[in-house]
């Protein structure tokens, strides 16, 4: 998952044009994008929508439904379920408990509706609250459907009441900051994809790059987008370089050729076990990205 683009799940208009973003996954949203009264209507356009479209594209779905607080979840997993959305998307979610309990719901859901058990993922943001970011360790080995960790500011706001999540120049304060960092290494932590929040000024493109630049250096996989302009530039900052592939590439056939030693050189600088791993790892994400055979 390099990009995941938010669309309403209100709008057929929103959904056809989101769905023709070219994002890795397309997130239907149930939750802030919908008002209180448009709830149920936003179920039903959601679900014929992904039902009747989900096979003209390469995009995964994924709906983001309303937060197990809000009494709200069981009735959207009904209605969508069944059009067999790729994966949930758990808004404020404040532990590894919360997953566990969503999984055991759709466990329910897809029996119902004669899925395989473990078929619908489950992705949760996890610094929407200050318990959240508190208990960002918990989410290791909750659940096999866990398919990555995301995180958000706006919410995390709200929540303790800072007046903005950035500083003067644009940079994330000091709480958001380690609020983004915990989401980094609780994904390490579990083994999962490290996905990157939104950035609300779709306008200002430059700062947005920056901020896709900054997030794959530091370990993030892929980033959410809020329109679809977004999207190419989150592909190409997360897809790796040619240069970055064949330095990988170099690095693994050493170790392979090697024996599989705990040191290799090439060119002169040595390499380590560590440095094997990073390598893998780029080379999996060329190849989820489609850059390599």
């Given at each position: 998952?390099?990009?995941?683009?938010?669309?309403?799940?209100?709008?057929?208009?929103?959904l056809e044009k989101g769905f023709e973003a070219g994002a890795d996954v397309v997130i239907v949203d149930l939750e802030d994008s919908v008002a209180a009264a448009s709830k149920a209507a936003a179920r039903a356009t959601a679900a014929g929508f992904i039902s009747s479209q989900r096979h003209r594209t390469g995009s995964a779905f994924y709906v983001r439904v309303n937060d197990l607080s809000t009494g709200l979840t069981d009735d959207d997993l009904a209605a969508l379920v069944p059009a067999k959305p790729d994966g949930i998307m758990l808004p404020k979610s404040n532990s590894g408990q919360d997953v566990q309990q969503l999984a055991a719901k759709l466990r329910v859901h897809e029996a119902e509706n004669g899925l395989l058990d473990g078929t619908i993922s489950i992705l949760p943001i996890i610094t929407e609250t200050a318990s959240g970011v508190l208990a960002a360790a918990s989410y290791a080995g909750t659940s096999p459907r866990l398919a990555g960790l995301t995180w958000g500011a706006e919410d995390l706001s709200a929540a303790i009441g800072a007046r903005t999540a950035r500083d003067e120049s644009g940079r994330y304060t000091d709480v958001f900051r380690l609020a983004r960092t915990m989401t980094i290494l609780a994904a390490g932590a579990a083994e999962v994809a490290a996905?990157?929040?939104?950035?609300?000024?779709?306008?200002?493109?430059?700062?947005?790059?920056?901020?896709?630049?900054?997030?794959?250096?530091?370990?993030?996989?892929?980033?959410?987008a809020i329109h679809p302009a977004q999207v190419p530039v989150i592909n190409a900052a997360f897809t790796p370089s040619a240069e970055a592939v064949a330095r990988s590439r170099a690095i693994v056939d050493a170790f392979a050729a090697a024996g599989n030693p705990g040191v290799v050189g090439i060119d002169g600088k040595m390499y380590d076990r560590p440095h094997l791993r990073l390598a893998e790892r780029l080379l999996a994400r060329a190849r989820a990205a489609g850059s390599l055979a």
């Amino acid at each position: 998952m390099r990009s995941l683009l938010f669309v309403p799940g209100d709008s057929e208009r929103k959904l056809e044009k989101g769905f023709e973003a070219g994002a890795d996954v397309v997130i239907v949203d149930l939750e802030d994008s919908v008002a209180a009264a448009s709830k149920a209507a936003a179920r039903a356009t959601a679900a014929g929508f992904i039902s009747s479209q989900r096979h003209r594209t390469g995009s995964a779905f994924y709906v983001r439904v309303n937060d197990l607080s809000t009494g709200l979840t069981d009735d959207d997993l009904a209605a969508l379920v069944p059009a067999k959305p790729d994966g949930i998307m758990l808004p404020k979610s404040n532990s590894g408990q919360d997953v566990q309990q969503l999984a055991a719901k759709l466990r329910v859901h897809e029996a119902e509706n004669g899925l395989l058990d473990g078929t619908i993922s489950i992705l949760p943001i996890i610094t929407e609250t200050a318990s959240g970011v508190l208990a960002a360790a918990s989410y290791a080995g909750t659940s096999p459907r866990l398919a990555g960790l995301t995180w958000g500011a706006e919410d995390l706001s709200a929540a303790i009441g800072a007046r903005t999540a950035r500083d003067e120049s644009g940079r994330y304060t000091d709480v958001f900051r380690l609020a983004r960092t915990m989401t980094i290494l609780a994904a390490g932590a579990a083994e999962v994809a490290a996905i990157d929040t939104v950035f609300p000024d779709f306008r200002d493109m430059a700062a947005f790059e920056t901020e896709c630049r900054e997030a794959e250096r530091d370990g993030f996989t892929g980033k959410m987008a809020i329109h679809p302009a977004q999207v190419p530039v989150i592909n190409a900052a997360f897809t790796p370089s040619a240069e970055a592939v064949a330095r990988s590439r170099a690095i693994v056939d050493a170790f392979a050729a090697a024996g599989n030693p705990g040191v290799v050189g090439i060119d002169g600088k040595m390499y380590d076990r560590p440095h094997l791993r990073l390598a893998e790892r780029l080379l999996a994400r060329a190849r989820a990205a489609g850059s390599l055979a």
